[in-house]
């Protein structure tokens, strides 16, 4: 019979001791709990037995459905869905809470211990501890297995046997100090990217549940900082974030999110029934709005039908959304259709929009509200914090497309203006195509494009290197290319595959023109050449090859300057009138922003193919010495065509030779 249900006869002598029965019986009761774990259920489940004080912003028995986001994200940590499970979101969402519950849910249903990670110190005792202890004492089953006195420490409970730990990023040793089967990453981005040279937090983090083979690491954040573009489904019709190069991602959230399954957080119109990805690219506002008159008045405008979706249908919007990953459909019954993308970790992202503690109206006032301010931080607070997105910087020098549409000359391309001395190309690499530049010089660094355009072709693959070939051959106006740099930072093709590197390959076979080109953040010279060996395809022996090695600050810094160059001023950078507006866009799709602890990084703010490519050509200018031209140098002139032969430059025969020779004289002779 259990503790529980065991009573004592009422008999004379057991009544003599009523006090001293009490005292037997309650620590039963309360060893019965510790031992015995409550029934499983779901963290949301679980937590609705908290109540909150009070004091709390919304007090009461809690309701974890206020934020349904979370609900999933809390569900698929707690039955170790995946290996891991990240969630991004803006400020003030219920992320917080949905993981208390999840350590709730975990402790007393499930004990093991439990690793939660903070970005810093001050944030594990002002803000997660005192909320950790609530925990405890707002669940009547968690209360009785907490451990109290000396074991209760700061970052140290036990509770129902197991040890909870709290650790920051700050202190490789506290990430390292015990196993874990659960591990609680809180405001990733915030941390340190390196743990006391230890290594990245997460990886340490991860570490401690190598000895638990159902380890599930929660990872959740607002992001911050990169450059992301969206794209349309096509099966579905909705809105996704599209999968950014790692080059063009500073969010380490957002680089372990899109890794994963990549659910959104997805609406039903209320007007059309269509379904749809709130995003702040959908809040509208009057024109010219103050932030005060934007908070009484901001909507979200439907992309299906471009009604008006206000706050007051956000509760009913969200008790019917739904997670939908990129290749998923929703049929007419709001049922999810097809597999999402496979993946060890599921990851999902909620816009801010969404919270139920902050208004449509707040969100448009925070946002216009940093706008005026003009300070960069103060935007991308807003992006990051109140809309759960990334912020794409662009520097107060960055210029904008129409002003490089505005360099156009009277010329068309493949025209050579009077000026250029050399011509040099730029050529960046991809997947499926190679986008070139032919640039001309003159003195001064003064210069013209010739032509920009893309070859076609799978670059794994011999066909569009023999395009490229041809191309770098072609005379323009009495010149040829001098010199062309082709961006060999992107290999075509698996190694295993294709073990030929193909950029290698094109310039050890044309290496008179052309020299394979990496850019670095940073180096001591613009331009510096590096002696490689490189095998080539079917051989075993190893070649040399010069490679350039380019600092694309400063050579990215040039053009944009030169972009920005004063008309009157010696050295202007010109481009033909029929040069594209895709050309004009792409030159200035990076923007050059300061770095949170020194330095500049450059961030992309879209594609930016043609800023590359003349950037290398500009390198390819640099090594054959373009600032030395003095003013007034020409090109050379063209050799002059032989002369045509006339019959008083027409040399005789010359006599044969030999005996048979001498046999063909004599019969000339009779």
């Known amino acids: 019979m259990s503790v529980a249900g065991w009573k004592a006869p009422l008999t004379q002598s057991a009544s003599k001791w009523p006090i001293s029965f009490e005292n037997i019986v309650s620590p039963c009761l309360s060893l019965e709990t510790i031992i015995r774990p409550a029934a499983r259920v779901t963290p949301d489940v679980w937590g609705t037995q908290r109540i909150y004080p009070p004091t709390a912003g919304v007090p009461g028995r809690r309701d974890p459905h206020l934020t349904p986001y979370t609900v999933a994200f809390g569900r698929a940590a707690m039955i170790g869905a995946a290996k891991r499970a990240v969630l991004v979101c803006g400020a003030q969402m219920g992320k917080t809470d949905t993981e208390l519950d999840l350590i709730g849910c975990k402790l007393d249903t499930q004990p093991a211990p439990i690793l939660y990670a903070g970005p810093s ?12 202890n609530e925990l405890f004492d707002q669940s009547a089953t968690l209360s009785l297995k907490v451990t109290r006195g000396k074991s209760n420490r700061k970052t140290r409970k036990l509770v129902a046997g197991v040890p909870v730990r709290l650790a920051h990023a700050g202190s490789s040793t506290a990430l390292k100090s015990d196993p ?37 690491a929660v990872v959740s954040s607002t992001p911050s900082v990169g450059a992301v573009e969206t794209e349309i489904d096509q099966k579905s019709g909705l809105e996704f974030w599209k999968v950014a190069a790692a080059t063009d991602l500073f969010s380490p959230i957002w680089r372990l999110w899109q890794e994963g399954t990549r659910y959104h957080w997805t609406w039903r119109c209320p007007h059309c029934g269509g379904w749809f990805i709130p995003r702040l690219k959908l809040l509208r506002w009057p024109k010219n709005a103050t932030p005060a008159e934007a908070l009484r008045s901001a909507y979200i405008a439907a992309p299906c039908c471009g009604g008006v979706v206000e706050e007051r249908h956000k509760a009913a919007l969200n008790a019917q959304g739904i997670y939908v990953a990129p290749g998923q459909t929703i049929n007419d019954l709001g049922e999810v259709e097809g597999a999402p993308p496979e993946s060890s970790t599921v990851s999902f992202w909620v816009s801010g929009l969404c919270s139920p503690f902050r208004t449509i109206g707040q969100r448009a006032e925070a946002y216009l509200q940093a706008l005026a301010s003009g300070e960069n931080p103060k935007i991308q607070t807003a992006v990051n914090a109140d809309f759960g997105e990334l912020w794409t910087p662009t520097g107060a020098d960055t210029p904008d497309w129409a002003e490089v549409a ?79 740099f082709v961006d060999a930072g992107f290999r075509p093709g698996r190694k295993d595959n294709v073990p030929v590197h193909m950029v290698y390959e094109f310039c050890r076979k044309h290496q008179r023109i052309a020299l394979p080109s990496k850019g670095y953040d940073h180096r001591d010279a613009p331009v510096s050449l590096s002696r490689i060996e490189v095998v080539p395809s079917g051989k075993k022996a190893k070649y040399g090859l010069d490679l350039a090695l380019l600092d694309t600050d400063m050579l990215k810094s040039f053009v944009h300057g030169r972009i920005l160059w004063d008309a009157a001023s010696p050295g202007g950078w010109h481009i033909p009138e029929d040069a594209t507006d895709e050309y004009c866009k792409q030159v200035v799709a990076e923007s050059r922003v300061p770095k949170p602890k020194g330095g500049f990084m450059w961030v992309r703010t879209g594609e930016n193919h043609y800023l590359d490519c003349e950037a290398m050509a500009y390198g390819a200018a640099y090594l054959l010495r373009v600032f030395m031209l003095r003013d007034g140098a020409k090109r050379p002139k063209p050799p002059a065509p032989p002369p045509k032969p006339t019959s008083a430059t027409i040399p005789a025969a010359a006599p044969p030779r030999g005996l048979a020779g001498l046999a063909r004289l004599n019969q000339m002779g009779r």
Do not use: C
């Open 406 to 484: 505005a360099l156009r000359l009277p010329y068309q391309a493949g025209d050579v203006p009077d000026g250029v001395v050399f011509l040099t190309a730029g050529i960046d690499v991809g997947a499926r195509r190679l986008h070139y530049v032919i640039r001309g010089w003159g003195s001064r660094q003064e210069s013209w494009l010739i032509e920009h355009g893309v070859l076609w072709g799978d670059t794994h693959l011999p066909h569009v290197w023999d395009d490229l070939a041809g191309l770098l051959a072609n005379n323009y106006g009495g010149l040829t290319i001098r010199k062309a």
């Open 121 to 132: 110190l001050d944030f594990i005792r002002d803000q997660f501890e005192p909320r950790l």
């Open 180 to 216: 874990a089967a659960l591990a609680i990453v809180d405001e990733y981005d915030e941390m340190l990217a390196n743990v006391r040279k230890q290594g990245d937090p997460l990886g340490l983090i991860e570490a401690r549940g190598h000895t638990y083979a159902d380890f599930v």
